[in-house]
């Protein structure tokens, strides 16, 4: 079975300052897979998805995430954190048969000012 | 477009009470459904998930159901709730056009007292 481990269940930044969120893999088939944001009392937003072409994949909001298959990661990154960035970050990964999502248990993102 | 409805947003149910949840999808036809669970700090879990009317696959044994009485209609129940039972519950539905991406609802909260 497919799973997602995301390292650290929060992670702090200042604004401005680099944001980097981890998620590595296990998959035993070449998978997709997707980052979302939850702001508070919301459901989930797609920043972005990683679908077998490029490895480098661009979002919304400046988020961007590279596929690394030696690594077995995803990790998502933005340059230049914001404040309206502070939300809980999902990475996932599909099922073999593709018919369902499962998902890591987030990491909850703070920017400072 | 596509679009995704769930209702209603915010429900307190005492325990022992029935629940009924509803989540519609328009702008598509056959589309996956699913059905998550998000109790606090404990992110995302499937528990059911539709590939067509009257198909529903079930992820973790608990007290609820879920029916699909329509192709774009997914309805989560249970007879009889637990305390347990309270979290953010988010129906989903999968676009195999798009990479077999997965677009949330807006959530429903539900708690049990």
């Known amino acids: 079975a497919q799973s997602v481990t995301q390292l650290g269940s929060h992670v702090s930044v200042s604004e401005g300052a680099l944001v980097l969120l981890r998620c590595n893999y296990s998959s035993s088939v070449p998978p997709y897979l997707f980052w979302y944001v939850q702001y508070p009392n919301q459901g989930l937003q797609l920043l972005l998805k990683y679908t077998s072409a490029a490895t480098l994949v661009k979002g919304i909001n400046g988020f961007e995430a590279e596929f690394k298959k030696s690594e077995t990661s995803f990790h998502l990154t933005k340059p230049s954190a914001h404040m309206s960035d502070a939300a809980e970050y999902f990475c996932?990964?599909?099922?073999?048969?593709?018919?369902?999502?499962?998902f890591g248990t987030g990491t909850r993102l703070l920017v400072s000012p | 477009s596509q679009t995704i409805h769930q209702w209603p947003a915010t429900l307190v149910q005492p325990v022992g009470s029935p629940l009924s949840l509803e989540c519609t999808v328009e702008g598509t036809s056959n589309p996956n459904l699913y059905w998550y669970r998000q109790a606090a700090g404990r992110g995302l879990q499937l528990l059911f998930y539709?590939?067509?009317?009257?198909?529903i696959s079930s992820e973790v044994p608990q007290n609820l159901s879920a029916s699909r009485p329509q192709d774009r209609q997914f309805i989560l129940s249970s007879k009889k709730l637990l305390l347990s039972d309270s979290g953010f519950y988010l129906c989903?539905?999968?676009?195999?056009?798009?990479?077999?991406?997965?677009?949330f609802g807006e959530g429903s909260w539900l708690t049990v007292v």
């Open positions: 996932a990964v599909t099922e073999v048969s593709f018919q369902k999502l499962v």
């Open positions: 539709s590939v067509g009317i009257g198909q």
């Open positions: 989903a539905w999968r676009d195999r056009t798009s990479g077999n991406t997965i677009y």
